[in-house]
């Protein structure tokens, strides 16, 4: 079945260090890819997302760009700040219709002034 | 728009006695979703209803758990009876259900059976 892999975490930054995240994943066809972060105690928020090969989704000075060939979506940031921690869930979306979502583990990033 | 909203934040409760989480979904989405969180497994996904009708429950662990949406503002997860391995961060999510849309997560409901 379709699956995300995301590295190990957790990623340990000093503030304005270059961030990035890998996941990888497996689906048949060609699913959408999205990004999602969970602050301490909160639910899952949608970061960015991208719905075909080549596509780059932004928002917040995060990016990360599908990459068909590598079957990739690496979420980056230039410059990371303390506010930045969290945990970053991969996740992409199968084609029943309904928007289910296979996540990867999540990568928790720490940030240190 | 207020937002998923579940309820309660935290449940502690004894093994073997029932529990029930509610959530009520941003109005207009029609679609709903419940996911557990653990360490060892992440993030799964239990069952999603599409209008109030289940679509798709093989992620429910066992019989014990069960889940409703009577009407297209309120869904409920029950377990009955608990144990301790079903202590989680259960989480309701909503959609609109159209392609690539967003899906908007509560902030959870933390169990804890002892």
């Known amino acids: 079945g379709d699956s995300v892999t995301q590295m190990e975490g957790p990623v340990t930054l000093s503030e304005e260090a270059f961030l990035t995240i890998n996941c990888t994943y497996t689906?048949?066809?060609?699913?959408?890819l999205f990004w999602y972060v969970q602050y301490p105690g909160e639910g899952l928020q949608l970061l960015l997302k991208?719905?075909?090969?080549?596509d780059k989704g932004s928002n917040k000075g995060f990016e990360a760009t599908y990459r068909k060939e590598t079957t990739s979506f690496h979420l980056e940031k230039g410059s990371v700040q303390v506010s930045d921690s969290a945990v970053y869930f991969c996740a992409l979306s199968d084609f029943t219709g309904f928007q289910k979502l296979v996540f990867g583990t999540g990568t928790r990033l720490l940030v240190s002034p | 728009d207020a937002g998923v909203i579940q309820s309660p934040r935290h449940e502690v409760t004894e093994m073997g006695q029932e529990v029930t989480l509610r959530c009520k979904p941003i109005?207009?989405?029609?679609?709903l979703f419940w996911y557990r969180q653990t360490m060892m497994r992440g993030l799964e996904l239990l069952i999603y209803?599409?209008?109030?009708?289940?679509?798709?429950d093989s992620g429910m662990p066992e019989d014990r758990f069960s889940a409703k949406m009577p009407n297209a503002s309120f869904s409920t997860l029950k377990i009955q009876p608990s144990e301790p391995r079903d202590s989680a961060v259960y989480f309701c999510?909503?959609?609109?259900?159209?392609?690539?849309?967003?899906?908007?997560f509560g902030n959870g409901t933390r169990l804890t059976v002892t």
């Open positions: 991208a719905t075909k090969a080549d």
């Open positions: 689906a048949t066809g060609y699913p959408s």
């Open positions: 999510a909503s959609s609109t259900g159209t392609y690539n849309s967003p899906l908007h």
């Open positions: 109005s207009g989405h029609n679609s």
């Open positions: 209803f599409n209008n109030n009708v289940p679509i798709d």
